[in-house]
């Protein structure tokens, strides 16, 4: 079983910044092989993909609206996955998910992921 926390999350003006972080834990499962995700929700909308990355953290993907302005990284040596967030948007507005998956190639689907977080809310202002 692997545990998932996010944090970072919060309320920010348009063109702000923030960066989200996503604590992984696990009994007897190597998390540093599995590839990692962030994925998000807005009300009334369905979960959708936001950034991937593999287990190493050489490839990583992004879904077209964030392009540019989100990074996803890891340190695998603090089991921890980050999301550095610039320019923000309204339309950014979501609550934003952790996951993995048991595999160390990145998938931008989500039914892929095996395990989630409880998720983090991110609001922007305008």
């Known amino acids: 079983q692997v545990q998932l926390v996010e944090s970072g999350g919060g309320l920010v003006q348009a063109g702000g910044s923030l960066r989200l972080s996503c604590a992984a834990s696990?009994?007897?499962?190597?998390?540093?092989?599995?590839?990692m995700g962030w994925f998000r929700q807005a009300p009334g909308k369905e979960r959708e993909f936001v950034a991937a990355i593999s287990w190493g953290g050489s490839r990583k993907n992004y879904a077209d609206s964030v392009k540019g302005r989100f990074t996803i990284s890891r340190d695998n040596a603090k089991n921890t996955v980050y999301l550095q967030m610039n320019s923000l948007k309204p339309d950014d507005t979501a609550v934003y998910y952790c996951a993995s998956r048991q595999s160390g190639v990145l998938s931008t689907s989500l039914d892929e992921y095996n395990y989630w977080g409880q998720g983090t809310q991110v609001t922007v202002s305008s």
């Open positions: 696990g009994r007897f499962i190597n998390i540093n092989s599995y590839a």
